[in-house]
T-cell receptor
């Protein structure tokens, strides 16, 4: 069964901390994505990557950075966590080309910044 | 990026009722997808549609790719308690060549089933 695994289901961090959210996929997908989900706002794209070491800003990249050193792993970094970054974070992956079936999502990481 | 117009935002229904929700867009998509998100989990793909006018079923779920390629509908018949969750539509533009073939998501429809 194909899988996208997010390292933590729940995290509580303090304001100002540097936070790492890890995502690993076992499907050899080229593309990986980070979204945040907030009530009433739907899924908002933070960053995505279509290849190793490549990254593209999404709609709300401010306060975040990403790293993709290996094809299977895509990390989201909150440089200095703030309370307005309390949210559900979803990682997803996909492959490009014929027969692609949209994204496969991880189970999410619920981050609380206090 | 843009978001799709998904409606309704939420639905409160009785068990056994049928459910309809839809998404509309100002731009054309070549693929429409419907996802369901259970509480505390990530979205899971329910149905994928690849052709204008296509009608596809998955058990009690039926989805249609609008003939104009700018809309899609999802129907759930005879709802049961495990249908509770958030349903997202997503559209995919034709590949532009290179890079990720990104999806555009609706904001979701919360389905709540009252006993």
């Amino acid at each position: 069964d194909v899988k996208v695994t997010q390292s933590s289901r729940y995290l509580v961090k303090r304001t100002g901390e540097k936070v790492f959210l890890e995502c690993v996929q076992d499907m050899d997908h080229e593309n990986m994505f980070w979204y945040r989900q907030d009530p009433g706002l739907g899924l908002r794209l933070i960053y995505f990557s279509y290849d190793v070491k490549m990254k593209e800003k999404g709609d709300i990249p401010e306060g975040y950075s990403v790293s993709r050193e290996k094809k299977e792993r895509f990390s989201l970094i909150l440089e200095s966590a703030s309370t307005n970054q309390t949210s559900m974070y979803l990682c997803a992956s996909s492959f490009t080309g014929k027969g692609s079936y949209g994204y496969t999502f991880g189970s999410g990481t619920r981050l609380t910044v206090v | 990026g843009q978001q799709l117009n998904q409606s309704p935002q939420s639905m409160f229904i009785q068990e056994g009722e049928d459910v309809s929700m839809n998404c509309t867009s100002s731009s054309i998509f070549n693929t429409w997808l419907w996802y369901k998100q259970d509480p505390g989990e990530g979205p899971v793909l329910l149905i994928a549609l690849y052709k204008a006018g296509e009608l596809t079923s998955n058990g009690r779920l039926t989805a249609q790719f609008g003939i104009t390629r700018k809309d899609s509908f999802l129907n759930i018949s005879a709802s049961i308690p495990s249908d509770v969750g958030i349903y997202f539509c997503a559209g995919q533009h034709p590949p532009s060549g290179g890079g990720a073939d990104g999806l555009t998501f609706g904001k979701g429809t919360h389905l709540i089933i009252q006993p």
